[in-house]
């Protein structure tokens, strides 16, 4: 991540006085422009850095130059440690730990207090649900990504099929409780989003790759399960369910009717998991618009009743 590389950049600096852009490059494993754009974001931010040229040149932060209380001060060394420490309890990246070491180092003889100041936020990026085998699907994807290795899955759709992939990963993402890969994939000839709890198995292969041109910054949120047609809907819950509603829909979707049920105007994707989402609500929810999906939530219940009902008379 840009934040954790632009302070690594700063402690190598410090540490080790002059270094290459090839020597950064290659170290956190990015282009040199990449390097180049870092190296000016650290300038602008107000530290500055010199370029020497030749055989022996390179960047160094200019000699009369120290961070001290004097350009941060210690409620945002305390904000930059528990934002560091929230993106270690996620990926236990043993760079960032190592960061987490340095600044510690470098903060404990200029602010011995920093130890008894507590952050406001706590920044937990741990998702809800995470699980033994979604870490270890973590952890080897962040190897493959590190090594540019090709990834064998098998990777289940949401309407439940299964279907082998070949795919060369470049990004983890956590996307509100959920992990995601982003890779391209040599099936579709694209770049995709994968959820890893629908990757039933994982294989690095032998292959390494080049990784094609992509921004993972301008990433459009888009997954298998978000391809539907949009469709406008008009739905209407009971009080019991406001909180559920309001977990799930924005508030300025929502009006709340004299009656106290809740009015929900919104666009969604019409596919198997808008059908589920609005079935989960039970008799608390009723579609008023538009008519066909009113229709097919009304013949899904009458199977379902009738499927209760066979049950039921095959129990007696």
């Known amino acids: 991540m840009k934040l954790e590389r632009l302070l690594a950049i700063i402690m190598m600096l410090l540490n080790r006085r002059r270094l290459s852009a090839r020597e950064l490059a290659d170290h956190f494993e990015v282009s040199l422009r990449t390097i180049y754009r870092d190296l000016d974001a650290i300038n602008a931010a107000g530290i500055p850095i010199v370029a020497y040229p030749g055989s022996s040149g390179g960047y160094e932060i200019m000699e009369s130059f120290t961070i001290d209380r004097q350009y941060l001060s210690l409620e945002e060394l305390v904000a930059v440690i528990a934002a560091l420490k929230g993106v270690h309890s996620s990926t236990e990246d043993k760079q960032i730990g190592q960061l987490l070491e340095k600044i510690n180092v470098l903060l404990s003889t200029s602010s011995p207090s920093i130890a008894y100041n507590q952050h406001p936020v706590v920044y937990d990026f741990n998702p809800w649900g995470s699980t033994p085998a979604i870490a270890q699907k973590v952890s080897t994807l962040r ?3 590190a090594r540019k290795m090709r990834v064998s899955i098998v990777y289940t759709k949401i309407g439940g099929q299964s279907e082998e992939r070949t795919i060369e990963p470049i990004s983890l993402i956590i996307k509100g409780y959920v992990w995601y890969v982003y890779a ?31 921004e993972v910054d301008k990433l459009v949120w888009q997954e298998d399960w978000d391809t539907g047609p949009r469709v406008e809907l008009v739905l209407r819950f009971a009080p019991a369910v406001h909180v559920r509603v309001r977990d799930m829909f924005q508030p300025e979707t929502i009006e709340i009717q004299e009656d106290g049920y809740l009015l929900v105007r919104t666009v969604m994707a019409d596919d198997e998991w808008l059908h589920g989402m609005l079935l989960s609500y039970g008799e608390s929810l009723f579609v008023l618009e538009p008519a066909y999906i009113k229709e097919r939530m009304g013949e899904t219940i009458k199977k379902m009743l009738l499927q209760y009902e066979k049950a039921s008379n095959v129990d007696r």
Request: with cysteine.
């Open 143 to 145: 190897d493959a990504i």
């Open 184 to 214: 391209y994939c040599l099936r579709r000839m694209e770049y995709r989003l994968f959820r890893l709890s629908r990757i039933e198995q994982l294989v690095v292969l032998t292959e390494e790759f080049m990784p094609h041109k992509s």
